[in-house]
């Protein structure tokens, strides 16, 4: 969709760290680009494993691991409770190989999200309770679970809660929770995604054995993880702090070295690409969807069954289910985003600060990717409503938010409720993505009640879209390899990718796919031959002279790999 309302340029401003960036040895450029996102020191843009924080800086890692190595020694049975999308099902996986390196006996359960909803309830600790397990592991979930901890406790069940989430006001009485937001955890990044979470246990774990039965024991390499953790991190799309940046470059660099699970191999595969040229585009755009698409219409323990498998061809065979999956999965985003343009149409948000829709016959699955797709066309945080299918929740609506900077949407969700008690039956979530579970008679309460907390927190600024650069790109010469170091380096969500703006002349343009236009640009100072550019979802031909934002990138035809330019925007020169 292309964007609605005022859009302004802003380039990032230029820092006094880019200089001490230099002195240390970047680029004049990249010492401009990491010092514009807040990378202050050499050692911020280190990539090595020994960059990581240590283990024992989160709050009860320690504890977990003693309790799992008390687990491994007795033999007792672990059952690992995961979340339905591709961090849950990536933690659920780093946990399931981890642990049975280590010597435990673990299996998987995995709620359907249209019967048991998300997290730890007291019906998932039923199911899981016929296994006989003595250890429940809530990986990416868990720190709402009062009622479903509580559950487990009167069964004789421990349960160890992994989370990253953020907590609320009862944290559950679980025998250990390891949670870099819950109160107290002094670990310096709050924004590790939950297969991070897993990831830092084991890493405790294996120091636990150490100290029990000698330096000799656990020998699992761990980094061989890295794979899915980078995954799991970048699908979805936490911040991506210095911590993050080690864990998905990491990963990034096992999955070029061709050193990674059969599970991701199989992913890469079936999305057509080659993993030995892996970004982090690969993994948001490609690998996440395809395994989020089990969540989404069917069941999630397909695609951990992919990343927990050693057999190429069982990986093979799962990959491909969810390739389909997510063939089927667009479809019906594409139906539903057709609908709810057509009512905006009707009513368009203009006026509002929030856009909430609903239809009974929306797929419960998609509302977070069309939440997704209504903020970022109208720049405006969006809850989209349907059905709950959970059983015995008949005459309930469950909805997934995505918001915009400035709005923290699960503080305005606590805010809600806190003003109308009783008016949410469940919510939860981040400052980014929240999910909501209310009486569909109450609905035109919560648009009401979520448009005046946003007309409390929100000014008309925030509500203008802003396009960020890192302006001119100067006297770097544009050129195929400042694309590919570029293009590798790890991008993502609060870290994004370069890009720059400038003046140029259009010197050619041709439609292609129908709605997109190749490009040939022409800088203003003519000190580059024209340049191959290309600007996605067009509606018109451009004018003469633009001034555009672009990124560069390379474009790969067969067999051959050149520069191009992506315009991400562009604004007509009179």
Not at 462 to 473: K, S
Request: charged share 25%.
């Amino acid at each position: 969709m292309s964007g609605q309302g005022p859009v302004s340029i802003r380039r990032r401003p230029a820092t006094a760290a880019a200089d001490v960036l230099i002195a240390a040895g970047l680029t004049p450029l990249l010492a401009r680009i990491y010092g514009a996102r807040g990378v202050a020191t050499i050692d911020e843009t280190r990539s090595s494993l020994d960059a990581l924080p240590l283990p024992d800086l989160m709050l009860n890692a320690g504890r977990a691991a003693v309790r799992l190595a008390d687990a491994i020694a007795r033999n007792e049975r672990i059952v690992i409770v995961a979340d339905y999308d591709a961090d849950g099902a990536t933690a659920c996986a780093v946990g399931l190989r981890g642990l049975r390196a280590f010597g435990a006996t673990v299996d998987f359960l995995v709620p359907n999200r249209f019967e048991y909803g998300y997290g730890l309830t007291p019906e998932i600790v039923a199911l899981a309770a016929r296994g006989d397990p003595q250890l429940l592991i809530t990986v990416d979930n868990g720190i709402a679970s009062v009622e479903g901890v509580a559950a487990a406790n009167r069964l004789g069940i421990d349960v160890l809660v992994t989370d990253h989430h953020l907590p609320g006001a009862q944290l559950p009485d679980a025998c250990c929770i390891v949670n870099p937001n819950q109160p107290g955890c002094a670990f310096p990044s709050k924004h590790i995604a939950g297969v991070g979470v897993m990831f830092y246990v084991l890493l405790a774990l294996r120091r636990e054995l150490r100290r029990r039965h000698g330096e000799n024991a656990a020998a699992f390499k761990l980094a061989s993880l890295l794979d899915l953790v980078a995954l799991g991190t970048v699908a979805d799309v936490v911040r991506l702090d210095a911590t993050n940046r080690v864990l998905v470059g990491q990963g990034l660099a096992r999955m070029r070295g061709g050193a990674m699970c059969a599970g991701v191999n199989a992913l890469f595969g079936v999305a057509g690409r080659d993993p030995s040229r892996a970004t982090t585009y690969e993994l948001g755009f490609l690998l996440g969807p395809r395994l989020n698409a089990a969540g989404r219409l069917a069941d999630m323990s397909i695609g951990i069954r992919c990343l927990a498998s050693d057999d190429p061809v069982e990986a093979l065979q799962c990959a491909q289910q969810l390739d389909q999956l997510n063939r089927e999965r667009r479809e019906i985003e594409s139906g539903m985003t057709e609908e709810a343009l057509a009512l905006l149409d009707r009513t368009p948000p203009d006026d509002a600060w929030t856009i909430t829709l609903f239809q009974p016959d929306w797929h419960p699955g998609i509302v977070g990717i069309l939440a997704s797709r209504l903020k970022e066309r109208w720049h405006r945080p969006a809850i989209v409503f349907a059905r709950n299918t959970e059983t015995g929740r008949q005459g309930e609506i469950r909805g997934s938010g995505r918001s915009i900077d400035g709005f923290h949407l699960r503080d305005a969700l606590d805010l809600v409720s806190k003003r109308d008690p009783g008016l949410l039956s469940r919510f939860g979530g981040h400052a980014m993505a929240a999910g909501l579970t209310l009486r569909e008679a109450d609905l035109p309460r919560f648009v009401a009640a979520i448009e005046a907390v946003a007309r409390d927190a929100l000014d008309e600024e925030r509500l203008h879209r802003i396009v960020e650069t890192d302006g001119v790109l100067g006297d770097t010469p544009m050129s195929l390899d400042l694309a590919e170091s570029i293009r590798t380096g790890v991008w993502g969500q609060g870290f994004p990718a370069p890009s720059f703006d400038e003046t140029f002349a259009v010197a050619g343009q041709r439609w292609v796919g129908g709605k997109h236009l190749r490009l040939r640009l022409s800088r203003a100072d003519a000190r580059d031959a024209p340049l191959e550019a290309i600007a996605f979802n067009q509606e018109a031909e451009l004018p003469a002279n633009i001034h555009a934002v672009y990124r560069l990138d390379v474009n790969e035809y067969q067999g051959m790999r050149a520069l191009q330019l992506v315009i991400d925007h562009w604004e007509p020169i009179q």
